[in-house]
């Protein structure tokens, strides 16, 4: 899949995730996000992971967990629109969503990681060609299954940006 999503596509904030994936194929983008996510992960010690930068910010195992469980959630959305389901879905709070992670180990979110990308990339892989463009209401906002698949490629591309420049520099 090379096509990009319209900005008639989604709407809101959306774009500003959208607008971080370069060009080319999507799942080749999130498979090579897959390889640079394991390598990172792989460097890291369990004290890095347990690291803030702020007092009141999230652990980087925080912001990892939070990579995962936000792609679980537009996949989810991005399954949903793609198979024609047209039952608006809620949003979420990302807070909510934080609490095992900072007692998980980099192994844990390492693990955690991989399934859902896999089970990400699988769906995609799938996916006929007419699903790409069929959209759905998340969180009060109508939005496409391309989009989504984007918009995974650039919440992580966002958050490694922040671990790059706030946890790792």
Same mark, same amino acid.
């Given at each position: 899949?090379? #096509?990009?999503?319209?900005?008639?596509?989604?709407?809101?904030?959306?774009?500003?995730?959208?607008?971080?994936? *370069?060009?080319?194929?999507?799942?080749?983008?999130?498979?090579? #996000?897959?390889? #640079?996510?394991?390598?990172?992960?792989?460097?890291?010690?369990?004290?890095?992971?347990?690291?803030?930068?702020?007092?009141?910010?999230?652990?980087?195992?925080?912001?990892?967990?939070?990579?995962?469980?936000?792609?679980?959630?537009?996949?989810?959305?991005?399954?949903?629109?793609?198979?024609?389901? #047209?039952? *608006?879905? *809620?949003?979420? %709070?990302?807070?909510?969503?934080?609490?095992?992670?900072?007692?998980?180990?980099?192994?844990? !979110?390492?693990? %955690?990681?991989?399934?859902?990308?896999?089970?990400?990339?699988?769906?995609?892989?799938? !996916? *006929?060609?007419?699903?790409?463009?069929?959209?759905?209401?998340?969180? %009060?906002?109508?939005?496409?299954?391309?989009?989504?698949?984007?918009?995974?490629?650039?919440?992580?591309?966002?958050?490694?940006?922040?671990?790059?420049?706030?946890?790792?520099?």
């Amino acid at each position: 899949m090379n #096509q990009r999503p319209s900005e008639e596509e989604y709407a809101g904030d959306f774009g500003e995730y959208i607008r971080l994936v *370069p060009e080319g194929n999507i799942i080749d983008i999130l498979l090579a #996000q897959q390889k #640079q996510m394991t390598e990172l992960l792989a460097s890291l010690t369990e004290s890095q992971g347990a690291y803030r930068y702020a007092e009141g910010k999230w652990m980087l195992k925080e912001v990892v967990g939070h990579i995962a469980d936000g792609e679980r959630v537009m996949t989810y959305r991005l399954l949903r629109f793609a198979r024609g389901d #047209q039952t *608006p879905l *809620p949003g979420f %709070d990302q807070e909510l969503f934080l609490y095992p992670f900072g007692s998980w180990t980099i192994a844990q !979110l390492a693990e %955690d990681y991989l399934a859902v990308r896999q089970s990400t990339i699988t769906l995609l892989r799938g !996916l *006929p060609a007419e699903a790409w463009s069929r959209k759905g209401t998340a969180n %009060d906002i109508s939005i496409s299954a391309r989009a989504l698949a984007y918009g995974i490629a650039g919440h992580e591309l966002y958050h490694l940006g922040v671990i790059r420049n706030r946890y790792l520099s």
